[in-house]
T-cell receptor, first 115, second 114 residues
Framework: GAGVSQSPSNKVTEKGKDVELRCDPISGHTALYWYRQRLGQGLEFLIYFQGNSAPDKSGLPSDRFSAERTGESVSTLTIQRTQQEDSAVYLC?????????????FGEGSWLTVV | AQRVTQPEKLLSVFKGAPVELKCNYSYSGSPELFWYVQYSRQRLQLLLRHISRESIKGFTADLNKGETSFHLKKPFAQEEDSAMYYCALSDSNAGGTSYGKLTFGQGTILTVHP
């Protein structure tokens, strides 16, 4: 595809349920990022994948959050036992090599609402 | 740890007035800094990067290592500049697991009034 694709674009789930958010990066991009943006707040780093290196998981807020990436393609962010404070836009981004100075390209985000 | 601070959450100016969005950073290495912008109903996108020393849509940003700042400036704001602006810093320590990772500030919402 032409850009980073995320699905679903909108998700409403009940508190306590698990959700999976998917990201298709731009083809050939080795680096992939997940960020969270709560209403009225800035971007919060969650996790960073770079090629075959161990991911930087330092931003995951709790053990209910996990993410996987298959090779250098699709990534899935999983939130278990969702809570209302998990409601946010989850943004995925990718970049060609993850090198400092490379532009990163964002998807449109997955809007998650936990009721 | 790297950190980016944008002290102003909201900034309002009138059309034609100068605008400056502040950004300060904390980083132990040689910083790579960026400004990203998110217009209403659009994706977050790169506005400019300090290594390019470019002017995009009339905006410029100069890296000041002494003050650890990377403020974004435009001499004459336009209504279409109204957006959320994020300052970001890239980890440039080669070999680390977070090499290339972008850390963002909290963002500044710029509103340009007619």
């Amino acid at each position: 595809g032409a850009g980073v694709s995320q699905s679903p674009s909108n998700k409403v789930t009940e508190k306590g349920k698990d959700v999976e958010l998917r990201c298709d990066p731009i083809s050939g991009h080795t680096a992939l990022y997940w960020y969270r943006q709560r209403l009225g707040q800035g971007l919060e780093f969650l996790i960073y994948f770079q090629g075959n290196s161990a991911p930087d998981k330092s931003g995951l807020p709790s053990d209910r959050f996990s993410a996987e990436r298959t090779g250098e393609s699709v990534s899935t962010l999983t939130i278990q036992r969702t809570q209302q404070e998990d409601s946010a836009v989850y943004l995925c981004a990718s970049s060609p090599q993850g090198l400092a100075g490379n532009t990163i390209y964002f998807g449109e985000g997955s809007w998650l609402t936990v009721v | 740890a790297q950190r980016v601070t944008q002290p102003e959450k909201l900034l309002s100016v009138f059309k034609g007035a100068p605008v400056e969005l502040k950004c300060n950073y904390s980083y132990s290495g040689s910083p790579e800094l960026f400004w990203y912008v998110q217009y209403s109903r659009q994706r977050l996108q790169l506005l400019l990067r300090h290594i390019s020393r470019e002017s995009i849509k009339g905006f410029t940003a100069d890296l000041n290592k002494g003050e650890t700042s990377f403020h974004l400036k435009k001499p004459f704001a336009q209504e279409e500049d109204s957006a959320m602006y994020y300052c970001a810093l890239s980890d440039s320590n080669a070999g680390g697991t977070s090499y290339g990772k972008l850390t963002f500030g909290q963002g500044t919402i710029l509103t340009v009034h007619p």
